[in-house]
């Protein structure tokens, strides 16, 4: 099996070929090179990932997906469903990353809080696709956002994205997708995932912040994680 280290290096290489908008002020009060890919948290031979939109700035400070206060409530609400108890420790923050895999569209952080465009999340596709399904042992992905949902589009039936995510249950229902990716030696790779779409747990995001611990237990209830 190829080397996630890697990936990860390959990652840096594509980002140093050509220009695109990062938050270069971000990577530079934190220390960081701005072309080093922050790729994924946690562990590989896991059932279930998180997959978020990309990096924020606390993301940036600390190298790994999901620690804003958007993935503090999600490391929180998954500690206490594992462990029927508030986070406490560093140790219980990270928690999280023993039992699943924490990953974005884009592993950069853009300028501001704006979404990457399509070019750039095409031009990174090919090595979340590796992380996925050339190290990634798992076949339940939990989406947060409609960002991260539709990024999924192209592995199954066109339209198929744009119908499930007007369905008025839709945090409720979950979708099959054939993932496909070919990993650095040119071997193909292909498995069936299950995604299982949450609301951002943002606490900008007004309309489901409140309810998003009871969602995300309803969600890890689904399978035995």
């Known amino acids: 099996m190829s080397n996630p280290i890697i990936l990860s290096k390959k990652v840096c290489e594509e980002a140093e070929k050509e220009e695109f908008p990062i938050d270069f002020s971000i990577y530079k009060s934190a220390g960081r090179i701005p072309t080093e890919a922050i790729l994924w948290a946690g562990k590989f031979n896991t059932q279930i990932c998180f997959f978020g939109r990309d990096l924020g700035k606390d993301e940036v400070e600390q190298g790994q997906p999901l620690i804003g206060a958007a993935g503090m409530l999600l490391r929180k609400e998954f500690h206490k469903a594992l462990y029927s108890q508030e986070i406490m420790t560093k140790d219980d923050i990270q928690s999280i990353c023993k ?46 956002g409609t960002e991260a949902f539709k990024w999924f589009s192209p592995y199954c039936e ?32 292909k498995r069936k995932v299950h995604l299982l779409p949450l609301p951002h747990p943002s606490p900008l995001n007004k309309q489901y912040y409140a309810k998003f611990p009871q969602m995300l237990h309803k969600r890890l209830n689904e399978f035995e994680f």
């Open 99 to 144: 039992r699943a895999l924490l990953t974005n569209t884009v592993p950069y952080k853009p300028p501001g809080n704006k979404a990457y465009s399509h070019k750039v999340k095409e031009r990174f596709r090919p090595f979340i696709e590796q992380l996925l399904l050339v190290h990634w042992q798992g076949n339940q992905i939990v989406t947060l």
């Open 158 to 189: 066109a339209g198929k994205i744009e119908e499930f995510w007007k369905l008025h249950n839709r945090y409720e229902a979950k979708l099959t997708v054939n993932l496909k990716a070919m990993d650095l030696q040119g071997k193909h790779y």
